[in-house]
């Protein structure tokens, strides 16, 4: 197949980033919101990674599930499905009147919103051709970044208000029906591997998964992402503010939204580098970008949550640290995995690896976040949640590049 034209593909890509970012942004609510719904349904901490935990599992079981299925049948569809007619379950859960029935809600809302990150991450990589998907994989994180910082300070003066959790859950979940029409409308998906030349069915056959699950690239990157611990780092960062530090919700809010403006420019400038790295120095200069971020945010981890600074000084420290935070995924992770399985398996990578793998250990460190934060405070538990997490994670990448460089060759390259 040719390459979709550059026109059309940007504008693929915005979509599906728009339809990314509003199911990453109802994902993240309750946890934005948590100290405003715990103080209107009188929960505890604990709930707090009960929550966590829920969009972890969903993101673990169904993620895979909607990446198979999208392997099989139309993405589009799935796609208009479960990131846009899914958000329903959003704006119920703003009805919500107590724990029970928010816990309900929100993980049938959950099990649709966790099918976007896969299913654009693959359709992204038949977009774009191995030699520009940094720079596609960083604009679609940036993308989603961006919605939080233009949402942030709604749901900021939203936390203020008794019920306006409630309001910010209507507003999401009208936001992902609306991105289930623009998908509807504007979407053109190009096939899968339409920028490799190398697919000669459009369906994935059982013989394609069993070699999928053969593939030592994708074991290892899956041993990576267990140690890559900042969703759960985020999910607790504004109560952590809050509770820790002695900010209000709403300006721990804003301190979180101004890490997620140092987020967007990361993601760029990681896609970026991660491009220049692999003209220079192929597959392995990723790798090495890989290392150089690994150990910086396990320095800045410390810096920016360990020591007591005043107010003022988190924001610049904490734009420093989100303009460090995702320069791994797009610059070396997804451009990695790409070109490391074929490309009628695509989504099936992405939903093993970012859904099933991903969700089960960080659902898994929720729930012992929840409980170790509340039993021995949440200072020492995000020391070894973020900073030691990652030092582990550099060794990890130090210990194959040193060793087994062949792990990031592409597909088909011995």
Not at 16 to 41: K, S, Y
Not at 192 to 199: F, I, Q, Y
Not at 372 to 381: I, K
Request: charged share 10%; hydrophobic share 55%; net charge positive.
């Amino acid at each position: 197949m040719s390459s979709p034209k550059p026109g059309r593909r940007w504008q693929n890509l915005l979509v599906l980033a728009l339809a990314n970012m509003v199911d990453t942004a109802e994902t993240g609510l309750v946890n934005a919101l948590f100290p405003a719904i715990r103080a209107a349904l009188h929960l505890n901490l604990e709930a707090l990674g009960v929550f966590s935990a829920i969009g972890k599992v969903s993101r673990m079981v169904f993620g895979p599930l909607w990446s198979m299925a999208a392997d099989r049948w139309s993405r589009k569809a799935l796609m208009f499905l479960v990131t846009g007619v899914w958000g329903i379950f959003t704006v119920l859960a703003g009805l919500a009147q107590n724990e029970t029935q928010l816990l309900l809600l929100y993980a049938l809302g959950s099990v649709g919103t966790v099918a976007a990150e896969p299913l654009a991450s693959s359709i992204t990589a038949d977009l774009f051709p191995e030699r520009e998907r940094g720079k596609a994989f960083g604009a679609l994180r940036a993308i989603g970044g961006l919605g939080f910082v233009v949402l942030a300070p709604v749901v900021g003066l939203l936390s203020k208000s008794p019920d306006g959790w409630r309001l910010a859950m209507f507003l999401l979940g009208g936001l992902s029906m609306f991105s289930g029409v623009l998908i509807l409308i504007l979407f053109r998906d190009p096939g899968r591997g339409a920028t490799d030349g190398l697919v000669q069915t459009d369906r994935v056959h059982l013989a394609d998964l069993r070699e999928l699950m053969g593939n030592r690239t994708l074991w290892f990157l899956a041993l990576s992402l267990i140690f890559t611990t900042s969703p759960v780092m985020v999910s607790f960062a504004v109560t952590y503010l809050v509770d820790v530090r002695g900010f209000s919700n709403a300006e721990g809010t804003y301190v979180l939204a101004v890490f997620v403006c140092g987020y967007i420019g990361s993601s760029l400038l990681g896609g970026w580098l991660g491009d220049f790295a692999q003209a220079r120095q192929g597959p392995l200069g990723r790798v090495r970008l890989m290392l150089i971020y690994l150990v910086g945010f396990a320095a800045m981890s410390y810096v920016c949550l360990q020591l007591p600074w005043p107010h003022w000084a988190f924001y610049p420290l904490f734009f420093a640290f989100g303009l460090l935070s995702a320069v791994g995924n797009p610059g070396s992770v997804m451009p990695l995995l790409s070109a490391a399985v074929k490309p009628q398996v695509r989504s099936s990578a992405f939903g093993f690896l970012f859904s099933l793998v991903h969700g089960a250990s960080t659902a898994v460190l929720s729930l012992a976040v929840g409980w170790f934060g509340q039993t021995y405070g949440l200072p020492s538990t995000v020391f070894w949640l973020t900073t030691v997490a990652y030092g582990i994670n550099s060794l990890i990448w130090l210990v194959a590049l040193r060793w087994h460089p062949a792990l990031f060759q592409p597909h088909g390259v011995d």
